[in-house]
């Protein structure tokens, strides 16, 4: 019998992520709940439909006073927006300074600096732009109170970056010293963005046993963590990704194929080794870089190309978009899809606002905690002897609270949701199988201390400890 | 002991009614003795029919009551079908929908549908073709105005494209053969349009089709149907961006391209308007009548249809950003078989 509804999506955790489409509009898609599995909803539109407008790079920097949001368009003009209202604060032009026609050469990378230069002004703005063509510049912007007043500030540097290719991926690092570009016919280039200087190129990997060179052609990049400049990943148009770390050889360290049609976007998880990939066909997968194995893909009838990828700073949410004109909205640890919206348009980029609705996350962490997050919280930063600790005391208290609908249970109803499968069972059963756990928690609390050193023992704990509730 | 199985055995057969009164009820295709299935088969479905009859009866009765009384005739069932319950599709277009029209007016095929330009088709092969391929392609020539047949050769379909691009053609249409039957088709959008990519199935040549018509080279209207998502309204556009945007009336020639669980159904027709003179001949008696309706037409126009041309089923397959390029190119979008997980999902 097939099955004749659509799959129903959880909802997602408050969040809020702005898109940007080929017409040069921009959506704010807002998820609100109490609860954490609110449906995301498009609330806001900006600009009119225009495709001289194409949105081409986007940068954001969401700090929490007066954040910025940096627009780079198809007619050559940078924006620079309020992320809140998406008041326009001022629009330079790409053309005037590199002399070129912009329709010719689109800008391919765009940059927002969030770090303040120490001897500019609060109230500036810098930033990076790189065109298809290898025109790469800094610049320093005044933002005064009237919104048509800009004025230019005298550190603006220009250099070129591409040597004859065309460039189509650029990255700045975490710590904004450092500029990763590359593209067709471009190798991968590190710039030292104090001096503008290259410090490093990779190199082709060598021809295959059939002597055929397959020729240069990055589609994306991005830096496998934000402390360190010397690793990054890049995706090719021979559907390949490859992992350079400067600081070892020039040639790729791992690389390794994905599917049949070229990679078009990368992005980096917040844990360092784990990165996304979504291709041309609409195909998106989580490898971890270090072994270079697939961790799964997400399955979710996903067919236009993903042009881009976003994860969430808190939440284990990845954002992805692309030519199916739907944002997706999917969750890290289960690859599940999330939530779906349909914007529309063919979409080129999406970005997270980090600082949304903080009262409101607060609340839902205090009241009845996203079951994700909190999976995430116990097993990156509390040790698992802890949590142990509590369910002991649960233990305890369990038979007092049982009447009651007690407070703990519900604090973790996620993981503990086969311990309330128990309470419906007759009461003796219950007890036995409290004294059960009792000892394997004992036992298990002395593995998971000399485990706890190890990079992994919170998970391997857990996972034990699954399966043996589950026999129970 | 055996006599403990003949007590058994009888224990089990004097208890045999019960069990044979359930299985009755439960389906016929559990029992095992072929006769007695087919009988019992049978008379279920006599059963069935006469139940069936018996509605159909009280249900013409009720009308004909209505009828009488002057009452309002019962409202009509509407038989349940695949694509009346289809999927909730939220990606259906809107009329009201603003951004719908404002992305139209930015695509690619927008220059050829507000007639800044004219439609100039290319029309070329697989590296082999023979037989049949040809065939279709002398037909799809009459069919398409301003379409040129361009030979393949050893051309790589990129360069064809360069060559398109260079001669002002807005289109490229290419017939994949294989096995001397034609089984692909693709369009391609010039000079940055989309590709699609089709599969075809189900040909019928003109010669195959009785009393077929020879299509006049005129040129002929366009009927595209049931093109209901984004996906299919992008799709009828690219098919749309292949005719000449201003029909021919008088050459009275239609293409039709009607679109049903995803299936895009090509025909090509010739029709005429015709006055019914039987109709006239069988209303002497009622002259009266006649003389009220003299200010009206005389008599009743009918459209009779004559098809010609080729007849073939097309299913989509792929939608690529750009023009052809399997290797670097981007799609809007793929069939893939994860997608196929139901019978009431339908994408254009």
Known sequence: MPRTSTLDCPGCPPLRALTFDELGLIKVVEARGKQGRAEPKVVERWGDPDSSKCVLA?????????????????????????????????????????????????VAGLHLFAKKKSELASRSCTLLTCTTKGNASIRSFEVNKSAADVASTGSSRTWSVGGGGSILCSKVDGSENYFLSGGKRVEMNVWDLESCAKIWTAKPPPKNSLGIFTPTWFTSATFLSKDDHRKFVAGTNSHEVRLFDISAQRRPVISFDFRETAIKSVAEDLDGYTIYVGNGSGDLASFDIRTGKL????????????????????????????????????????????????????????????????????????????????????????????????????????????????????????????????????PVKRKKSKEKKGIKKEAEAKSGNKESSEEYGGKKVKSKKSSKRLKM | MGGNDKRKRSESEGGDEQPIEKKREILP????????????????????????????????????????????LPAKKIPKTIENTREFDETVCKPDDEELFAGNDADEFSSILKRERTPKILITTCRFHSSRGPDLIKELLSVIPNAHYYKRGTYDLKKIVEFANKKDFTSIIVVHTNRREPDAFVII????????????????????????????????????????????????????????????????????????????????????????????????????????????????????????????????????????????????????????????????
């Open chain 2, 189 to 348: 959008g010039l000079p940055t349009g989309p590709t699609a990519h089709f599969k075809l199935s189900n040909l019928v040549l003109r010669k195959d089709i009785k009393n077929h018509g020879n299509p006049t080279s005129h040129e002929p209207e366009l009927v595209l149907n049931n093109f209901t998502t984004r996906l299919g309204h992008r799709i009828g556009r690219s098919i749309q961006s292949l005719f000449p945007q201003e029909p021919n009336f008088p050459g009275r020639r239609v293409v039709t391209f009607h679109n049903q669980r995803d299936f895009i159904f090509f025909r090509h027709h010739r029709y005429i308007f015709e006055a019914k003179e039987t109709k006239q001949t069988e209303s002497k008696g009622k002259k009266t009548k006649d003389a009220k309706g003299e200010s009206e037409p005389q008599g009743k126009v009918i459209a009779r249809l004559q098809e010609c041309g080729p007849r073939f089923t097309l299913k989509l397959l792929s939608l690529q950003h750009g023009t052809f390029d399997t290797k670097g190119g981007e799609y809007e979008w793929v069939h893939k078989p994860e997608m196929d997980t139901s019978r009431r999902r339908f994408f254009l």
């Open chain 2, 29 to 72: 295709s559990m029992i095992k003795n072929k006769e007695k299935r087919s009988a019992i088969h049978a008379k279920l479905k006599q059963q069935k029919k006469l139940e069936k009859r018996k509605k159909a009866k009280a249900r013409d009765a009720a009308e004909k009551r209505a009828l009488e009384l002057g009452e309002e």
């Open chain 1, 58 to 106: 986007a940068s954001i920097d969401d700090r929490n006073s007066d954040p910025l949001l940096a627009v780079a368009r198809r007619n050559g003009t940078v924006e620079v927006l309020n992320p809140l209202n998406g008041d326009l604060r001022f629009s330079v032009s790409n053309a005037s300074i590199n002399g070129v026609q912009s329709e010719d050469d689109p």
């Open chain 1, 295 to 426: 961790l799964g893909c997400f399955l979710g009838k996903c067919s236009g190309s993903i042009r881009s990828i976003a994860r969430h700073p808190e939440f284990p949410v990845i954002a992805s978009c692309g030519l199916d004109s739907y944002l997706r909205l999917w969750n890290v640890k289960t690859r599940q899809l999330l939530s779906a919206v349909h914007l529309k348009q063919h979409l080129t980029n999406v970005l997270f606002d980090s600082n949304f609705a903080d009262e409101e996350a607060e609340i839902a962490h205090s009241a009845a905690d996203w079951p994700l997050h909190e999976d995430e919280r116990d097993e990156g930063k509390t040790p698992p002897v802890k949590r142990k600790k509590s369910k002991e005391k649960k233990g305890i208290k369990k038979e007092a609270e049982a009447k009651s609908g007690n407070r703990e249970d519900e604090r973790d109803e996620p993981l503990h949701e086969d311990e309330r499968d128990e309470g419906e069972t007759p």
